[in-house]
């Protein structure tokens, strides 16, 4: 029971009757990682929130990963995705930088504390109270579900206006993969014309460094586990040249040459002689996250004022920067584009990097309600 | 040729004339060295700037003279310094295996190049990285190693290309003899990154000669490498400076860590940590202790000024500072244990590596990317830095805290070393004590 303005006590509402409006999407139940139709709920459309209605959403690698519960977090059942692009279909009285029929985006975050450190420096994305797009706890107390799904009722000021002549499908995993990677390069002086980027690792966080790393002017390498991926490298995403991370020849010649390295790799690996490809005083940012401990180098790091930083998205302002940017130099990610029924075989896929180089579920087409 | 009174004379005219012409000659360079045998006495000095000196003793200009007003001490120290320089051999302790126990040793001084100088070591720091070389740690020791490179000296010979130095200035030698001075690093003053470096000891110049270090009586050393101590820093204690004190300072001011008001952490109480306190408190910082050892908590604060201590073995001390650190030093070289350490730094904030564990530490990934934190390592620092450290710490009144002991004390002084025993640092008397050994 809980106490009412003129002190009459009422029946606590549940999470599914304070979100009274009716949704559907796809869930995980368990550490399978299997998604299967889920009906569920959303709130209303408060003040300052805007409706959308979902029209593609990306696969990211992250998805997985909290699918499986690998970050052993998951609360199931749990709504993935937070590469979700759509058009508004309501806006709050309070909302001025929207309006219905705008195409926008959501990415990772739906809303922050809005009071501590980071917020006040729009690096939302490291706020300690941040809420994710799915598997968090809103600050109603209700869970977050996610973009596989018909629709999602967010916060304007965690929504991205999507430039007219940026494509709905195409543009919707920037708006993870590509802040993920546009974040730590502005912020770490890795987009400055004709320093020379390394990028480890070519799937949908790689490819999209690639394209930025080239708009920026610089040199880019790539550094990939898989020989197979050099033409496309260099022939169809631009990059200047190409290292096979197993070929210690290759690697040796290369040594010393990198101001700067994007390490996108999620699964465990070597960072030694990674980071022996810097320069002096090069940074490696880690943007994949591997779910075991890796071992760090020391003696490298110090015999050459090396560094490591970790990076983690953007704020919301990095955010539409990076769209805008994108846009200005005609950058989308390279997509397959897939029913909402394929999710699973998509999953597989992608845990065996089999695509080219991300997923995007067309749900404006494809979901139906169960 | 005379008797003496007549060369004093001499010299007596001299003296006032060229302190005028050495005042608008200082930068010219050349050293010749006249010496007058006159039956049981020598008559010696240094003549500078561009002479020709005729056989029969156009004695111009004695740099040494000046100080010495007895007579027969000047002349008695000017003949053993001179003497010095014109050894061919030099009195060092090395490290003969990987015991490390090191022992009186003769090793040639190599041959001297115009911008060379000559020091007459007074004093030399013992560095951890002396103890892991002589034992080999490193598994790159080639004995005999002669270790020292924290070293303080007078000069005593100047080549005649060598502008930066004159005979009788007080010197420093750290780490470095020598570097390429011509790729990016060093064109950028990081002449400790260049990939051709060379280390004062236990290494070899580009044409092949070994190095030696401080443990010894006298160092030739390319005037490049070695940096002015001003005089208010008493030279019995400076020597830590050359490697400590440049190893601490460099990173510090490269990531930002030396800002007023900014939180720095420093793991670690020894030899590197006590002046990474020293330079954190004379920037104006917060600086937290961090030490597996509580005993050392009363030390850190009321000697050596620290704002705080946190024992790093005590989870809830560990997790009551979470969050709060701008920069994280680590000077030890023990096992790293990296996350308790990370959940110290705020967002954003840097953890510093300039000890190294022999076992990689694991690297919890998500630990960084969560808070957006860097870890980065850092190796001394170049040439110009060592000299804006040394002229900053003259500045501060920085001084290290040393334990001065004999050339004979060395073993016992690495033994203690190694575990740890000592307040903060070994300074061998080398020019006191290194001859009656």
Known sequence: ???????????????????????????????????????????????????????????????????????????????????????????????????????????????????????????????????????????DGTKTYGGYSNMIVVKENFVIAFPDNMPLDKGAPLLCAGITVYSPMKYHGLNEPGKHLGVVGLGGLGHVAVKFGKAFGMKVTVISSSPHKEKEAIERLGADAFLVSSDPIQMQAAMGTMDGIVNTVSAAHAIMPLAFLLKTNGKMIMVGAPDKPLQLPVFCLIFGGKSLAGSCIGGIKDTQEMIDFAAKHNITADIELISMDYVNKAMERLAKADVKYRFVIDIGNTLKAA | ??????????????????????????????????????????????????????????????????????????????????????????????????????????????????????????????????????????????????????????????????????????????????????????????????????????ASLPDGTKTYGGFSSMMVINEHYAVKIPENLPLEKVAPMLCAGITVYAPLKHHGLDQAGKHLGVLGLGGLGHLAVKFGKAYGMRVTVISSRPEKKKEAIEELGADSFIVSNSAEQMKAAMGTMDGILNTSSGPLSLRPLLSLLKTYGKLILVGSPIKPPELPVFDLLSEAKTITGSMIGGMEELQEMIDFASEQNIIPQVEIVAMDYVNTAMERLEKGDVRFRFVIDVANTIHST
């Open chain 1, 1 to 139: 029971m809980v106490a009412t303005e003129n002190g009459q006590t009422k029946k606590a509402l549940s999470p599914e009757e304070q979100h009274p409006r009716k949704a559907f999407g796809w869930a995980v139940s368990d550490a399978s990682g299997i998604l299967s139709p889920f009906p569920f709920s959303r709130r209303n459309n408060g003040d300052d929130d805007v409706t959308i209605k979902i029209l593609y959403c990306g696969i990211c690698h992250s998805d997985l990963h909290t699918a499986k519960n690998d970050w052993s977090n998951t609360m199931y059942p749990v709504v993935p995705g937070h590469e979700i692009v759509g058009t508004i279909t309501e806006v709050g009285q309070n909302v001025r930088k929207f309006k219905v029929g705008n195409k926008v985006g959501v990415g990772c975050m739906v809303n922050s504390c809005h009071s501590c450190h980071s917020c006040k420096q729009e690096f939302e994305n490291y706020c300690p109270g941040v809420k994710w797009a799915y598997n968090s706890i809103d600050v």
């Open chain 2, 1 to 202: 040729m005379g008797d003496r009174s007549h060369y004093e004379s001499i010299r007596n005219a001299r003296i006032s004339e060229n302190k005028k012409w050495r005042k608008s000659r200082q930068t010219k360079t050349g050293c010749a060295l006249i010496a007058l045998k006159k039956k049981e006495s020598t008559l010696t000095g240094y003549a500078t700037g561009k002479h020709s000196l005729s056989s029969t003793l156009e004695i111009v200009m004695f740099s040494l003279f000046e100080e010495k007003k007895d007579g027969t001490n000047w002349d008695r120290n000017l003949r053993r310094e001179r003497d010095m320089a014109r050894e061919e051999q030099i009195l060092g302790w090395a490290a003969r295996d990987t015991t490390g126990v090191l022992s009186p040793f003769i090793f040639p001084k190599r041959a001297t190049k115009g911008d060379d100088i000559t020091l007459k070591i007074l004093y030399c720091g013992i560095c951890h990285s002396d103890l892991c070389t002589i034992k080999n740690e490193w598994r790159n020791a080639r004995y005999p190693v002669v270790p020292g490179h924290e070293v303080i000296g007078v000069v005593i010979e100047v080549g005649h290309d060598a502008h930066k130095f004159k005979i009788d200035d007080k010197v420093g030698v750290g780490y470095l003899a020598s570097a390429c001075l011509s790729c990016e690093n060093c064109s950028l003053d990081y002449e400790n990154y260049c990939r051709k470096r060379v280390c004062c000891f236990n």
